[in-house]
Nanobody, 115 residues
Framework: QVQLVESGGDLVQPGGSLRLSCAAS????????MDWYRQAPGKERELVAS???????YYADSVKGRFTISRDNAKNTVYLQMNSLKPEDTGVYHC?????????WGQGTQVTVSS
């Protein structure tokens, strides 16, 4: 069993920055792929960014050049640095753990971008 706890969500003005964190329990974090998803009101959950066990990253086109995903295996934590935030980045951001057929979700953290 892996538990994921996200933090760092907040209300921020357009153009601002936030850093989300996701702390994972368990000893298998370092071999898992970690993802950040977001879900805006009335929309489906979408993949924002991923990082593999060896640090290979993927970004959705909508966030390329603005968001950076990273991980600290010693702390069992994955981060999402979000810069130049836009109103359309608003949503609940969820951390996701993937390893073979096993996956876990965090409860999410709210990000609101508004003036």
């Amino acid at each position: 069993q892996v538990q994921l706890v996200e933090s760092g969500g907040d209300l921020v003005q357009p153009g601002g920055s936030l850093r989300l964190s996701c702390a994972a329990s368990g000893s298998v974090f370092s071999i898992a792929v970690m993802d950040w998803y977001r879900q805006a009101p009335g929309k489906e959950r979408e993949l924002v960014a991923s990082i593999s066990a060896v640090g290979i990253t993927y970004y959705a086109d909508s966030v390329k050049g603005r968001f950076t995903i990273s991980r600290d295996n010693a702390k069992n934590t994955v981060y999402l640095q979000m810069n130049s935030l836009k109103p359309e980045d608003t949503g609940v951001y969820h951390c996701h753990f993937r390893r073979a057929s096993v996956n876990y979700w965090g409860q999410g953290t709210q990000v609101t971008v508004s003036s």
